[in-house]
């Protein structure tokens, strides 16, 4: 997975979160982590970097068809994580047998999330270091 498309679903889930938190869909970010299987420590940063934390409860008679499909769609997404964590894409990390790693690639871990969630190689690969793995040269990596 390129390093952007990373991001990018990593930025899908937050908001997601953030949304559902927000309207007091989940009370807590722990409850929203575990009912959808995030890291804790990650959903707690993403919250604490709200600005305004103030909820916006709208009770549930009162919810337009319109927040009702935004609600049905954060928890959409958020549940779509479980999907990408099983069917990660592969490393792809060219091998000695001129074939290509087939190992799923790491999800980091939740200080390396700003990166994005998934990295583009598998722990063998370098995928779990902290820094942004560094193309190289052309020669030794095709
Ligand atoms: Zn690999």
Not at 3 to 16: D, F, M, V
Not at 92 to 116: T, Y
Request: proline residues 6%.
């Amino acid at each position: 997975m390129r390093p952007e498309e990373s991001k990018e679903l990593t930025a899908r889930l937050e908001r997601a979160a953030i949304f559902l938190l927000k309207h007091d869909i989940f009370r807590k970010p722990d409850d929203l982590a575990r009912r959808f299987g995030l890291p804790v420590p990650v959903v707690r940063y993403w919250w604490r970097n709200v600005e305004d934390q103030t909820k916006e409860i709208i009770p549930d008679r009162d919810l337009t068809a319109k927040q009702s499909k935004m609600i049905r769609k954060a928890t959409q997404v958020l549940e779509s994580w479980e999907k990408v964590k099983r069917y990660r894409p592969e490393c792809g990390a060219p091998l000695a047998n001129g074939r290509r790693c087939k190992h799923n690639v790491v999800i980091r871990q939740p200080e390396g999330w700003d990166m994005g969630a998934l990295a583009d190689r598998c722990r063998m690969h370098g995928g779990a270091s902290r820094r942004v793995r560094k193309k190289k040269q052309e020669s030794d990596d095709d």
